[in-house]
């Protein structure tokens, strides 16, 4: 019989102290040992009471919960503009923008804020409309979007930078 110490909260153990053991899988590696437990989980179907419908596009995301339309604002445009201006420093500089410091850290820059900017965005606003689903018992209802980098692929070479940004 071994004894293992887990580096758990007592909260996080507590959720799993009545649950049935399914596997562990034990690894030895660098000098530290890791185990894993897979536990059985009885899953209950969710039945939402009503759905909200979201449309995505670059510059609003569109709401419908069955009684009222909201629009909310997205920041996609601002991230890309911060990605445009990065790709053409690039163009500009083509032979250097990768060894020059100064513009190899500005690339990098824009590039960076461009991600946070989707990223931050993404965040707030799923902190915004995820508690009105839960508080409400709604599912949240998307577009079909399969198919979209093929199709994308036959538009515009100006769409398909777009779709590009959002992979």
């Known amino acids: 019989m071994v004894h293992l110490k887990t580096q758990a909260q007592e909260r996080v ?7 049935r053991w399914k596997e ?5 590696e660098n000098s530290r040992l890791y185990v894993s437990i897979v536990f059985e989980f009885r899953y209950e179907p969710y039945v939402p009471r ?7 596009n670059m510059r609003t995301i ?20 911060k ?8 163009r500009k500089y083509s032979e250097r923008w990768r060894f020059n410091e100064k513009i190899l850290s500005r690339v990098k820059a824009l590039h960076r804020r461009a991600r946070n900017i ?22 949240m209802a998307l577009e079909d979007l399969k198919g979209l980098r ?3 692929n036959s538009k515009s070479d100006e769409i398909t ?6 992979e």
Not at 24 to 28: A, D, F, I
Not at 64 to 75: C, E, N
Request: proline share 1%; with cysteine; hydrophobic share 45%.
């Open 13 to 19: 153990i507590e959720r799993f102290k009545n649950l």
């Open 24 to 28: 562990v899988h034990v690894k030895y």
């Open 161 to 166: 930078w777009k779709f590009i940004m959002f």
């Open 118 to 139: 989707v990223i931050d965005w993404c965040w707030k606003f799923s902190k915004q409309i995820v508690p009105k689903a839960l508080k409400h018992g709604y599912a």
């Open 150 to 152: 093929e199709n994308a």
């Open 50 to 56: 009503g759905i909200i419908a979201l449309d995505i």
């Open 83 to 90: 990605r445009r201006r990065a790709e053409k420093l690039q």
């Open 62 to 81: 569109t709401t419908y919960d069955g009684s009222k339309v909201r629009r909310f604002r997205t920041r996609f445009v601002d991230a890309l503009s």
